[in-house]
């Protein structure tokens, strides 16, 4: 689970990294330099971030060190295998990505579904797996034949933080 509350990403970084290499080493698929850059920026943060926040990002550090510039589809394609592979969401509703929470062991077993909490102030992101979520998802599909996919809730709201705040001011 995503702590909502301001703590130190190094942790986060280095965690989401070494989780992403297991999933690769698992799957025989190579983790690019590049495909590490981009999921390396996405888990520096709690808030979602679009394609081109990425590529600046990014295109900043790359022109600091004398580097050649990516162009989008680098970024895309990147973005596209950490999904494939599930190190990644896309959150459709702001339609940016955020890196995945769960670790190998515990990722998105089948029958469950993903929820994630978004803050409409800060813009935070916090996902959960809930399997009597999936239980439901999958009982309301089968009444009428239908196959879910892996089910996806995108929750808006306000988090702890924000509240307060609000309540302050
Ligand atoms: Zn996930
Ligand atoms: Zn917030």
């Avoid at 703590?7 to 698929?29: M, N, P, Q, T, W």
């Avoid at 970024?75 to 592979?85: C, N």
């Avoid at 929470?101 to 409409?120: K, Q």
Wanted: charged residues 25%; proline residues 3%.
């Amino acid at each position: 689970m995503i702590e909502m509350s301001d703590h130190d990403h190094s942790f986060c970084i280095d965690r989401v990294l070494a989780d992403a290499k297991a999933v690769c080493a698992e799957k025989g698929v190579r983790l690019t330099d590049q495909r590490q850059s981009v999921l390396r920026v996405l888990a520096a943060s709690h808030v979602p971030s679009s394609a081109y926040d990425i590529l600046n990002q990014l295109n900043k550090e790359r022109k600091e060190k004398g580097e050649t510039m990516l162009a989008p589809v680098s970024i895309y394609r990147a973005l596209e295998f950490l999904i494939q592979h599930g190190i990644i969401h896309r959150i459709e509703s702001r339609n940016a990505y955020v890196a995945c929470n769960e670790g190998p062991d515990a990722r998105h077993r089948h029958g469950e579904a993903t929820i994630f909490l978004l803050c409409d102030k800060c813009g935070r992101a916090a996902e959960f797996q809930s399997e009597s979520l999936g239980g439901l998802i999958e009982t309301i599909a089968g009444k009428v034949k239908f196959s879910p996919n892996a089910p996806v809730m995108e929750i808006r709201g306000l988090c702890e933080e924000c509240q307060k705040l609000e309540g302050n001011g």
